[in-house]
């Protein structure tokens, strides 16, 4: 079975611009989290949705929107980026939030360039 | 608000080894607690966690936490180490309730360098 899958790997954007992040979680799962993670920190958690529905919101701008789509899957966008935008950006899923044997699985993430 | 704190940012063992990575957080009940590895442009992968019952918990690739709530710390150790396990590791904690793990607040990490 595949892992969660996200695209781009790598993108260059420049200030301004808007850009979407894209996450296929893996088959089965239906909770799926964005989290950010700017070099030499630990990732911070921006959404999470489960079942289309937000379910979690990070301290971050509303700059900052996300997503579910029926089939789970699904897409972060970001508007007007800012240097500070820079930063890997990974896609976790799970069956479903609020178990305790519920395991998280990450992708390899996004990473954004903001030039 | 909720916060875990990883003291070290970077540390060298040799292989073979022993290896402790310490770990506190800042929470009013019963903490959620896990640690994950990052190798170089990978994701997270979790290596074990802490709901409750045992405060010892035992985890893939031969690394084991131990929970003492009296120091509000959850250390990372492995008995002997091996060259790859140089990777980066976070200790996180569930910010949601009834352990919904999508929503952990980690730490900023620590990188783990290995000699020969």
């Known amino acids: 079975d595949a892992g969660v899958t996200q695209s781009p790997t790598h993108l260059i954007k420049t200030r301004g611009q808007h850009v979407t992040l894209r996450c296929s979680p893996i088959s089965g799962h239906k909770s799926v989290s964005w989290y950010q993670q700017v070099l030499g920190q630990g990732p911070q958690f921006i959404f999470q949705?489960?079942?289309?529905?937000?379910?979690g919101r990070g301290n971050f701008p509303d700059r900052f929107s996300a997503r579910q789509f029926p089939n789970y899957s699904s897409e972060l966008n970001v508007n007007a980026l800012l240097l500070g935008d820079s930063a890997l950006y990974l896609c976790?899923?799970?069956?479903?939030?609020?178990?305790?044997?519920?395991?998280?699985?990450f992708g390899s993430g996004t990473q954004l360039s903001v030039l | 608000a909720q916060s875990v704190t990883q003291p070290d940012i970077h540390i060298t063992v040799s292989e073979g080894a022993s290896l402790e990575l310490r770990c506190n957080y800042s929470?009013?009940?019963?903490?959620?607690l896990f640690w994950y590895v990052q190798s170089p442009g990978q994701g997270l992968q979790l290596l074990l966690k802490?709901?409750?019952?045992?405060?010892l918990v035992q985890g893939i690739k031969g690394f084991e936490a131990e929970f003492k709530r009296s120091q509000s710390s959850f250390n990372l150790r492995k008995p002997s180490v091996h060259w790859s396990d140089a990777a980066e590791y976070f200790c996180?904690?569930?910010?949601?309730?009834?352990?919904?793990?999508?929503?952990?607040?980690f730490g900023k990490g620590t990188k783990l360098s290995v000699k020969p």
């Open positions: 929470y009013g009940a019963t903490p959620y």
């Open positions: 996180a904690v569930d910010e949601g309730s009834g352990g919904s793990q999508g929503n952990l607040i």
């Open positions: 976790a899923s799970s069956r479903s939030p609020g178990s305790t044997n519920e395991k998280l699985f």
């Open positions: 949705y489960y079942e289309k529905e937000e379910r």
């Open positions: 802490y709901f409750s019952g045992d405060t």
